[in-house]
């Protein structure tokens, strides 16, 4: 069973940096491409950017495109979102999520999900 735990949200500042973490357990790390989604109040989960298990290109959503970069260390297991230039509509909880071989755009593709963590961007 994969777990997922994500960390590093919090309470920031229209253009302030800040550096999601996502620790994963209790799978092959290796074998498994990476997703980071987002949800706003009252809004569905969207797509924010991805990493393939393979060391392949990675994949942003044209919002953030330019402002986050998705990252992966194997040897920690961990896959990380360094958001800057921080916006008030980028307020929503993020959560990461994985899924075998391919990454996708579509949520309902990945296998497991973490809890997700709060991002509060204030104007």
């Known amino acids: 069973q994969v777990q997922l735990v994500e960390s590093g949200g919090g309470l920031v500042q229209a253009g302030d940096s800040l550096r999601l973490s996502c620790a994963a357990s209790g799978g092959t790390f290796t074998r498994f491409s990476m997703g980071w989604f987002r949800q706003a109040p009252g809004k569905e989960r969207d797509f924010v950017a991805s990493?393939?298990?393979?060391?392949?290109?990675?994949d942003y959503a044209d919002s953030v495109k330019g402002r986050f970069t998705i990252s992966r260390d194997n040897a920690l297991n961990t896959v990380y979102l360094q958001m800057n230039s921080l916006k008030p509509e980028d307020t929503a909880i993020y959560y990461c999520?994985?899924?075998?071989?391919?990454?996708?755009?579509?949520?309902?593709?990945?296998?497991?999900w973490g809890r997700g963590t709060q991002v509060t961007v204030s104007s």
């Open positions: 999520a994985t899924k075998k071989f391919f990454p996708s755009r579509l949520s309902n593709e990945y296998d497991y």
């Open positions: 990493t393939p298990w393979n060391g392949g290109s990675t």
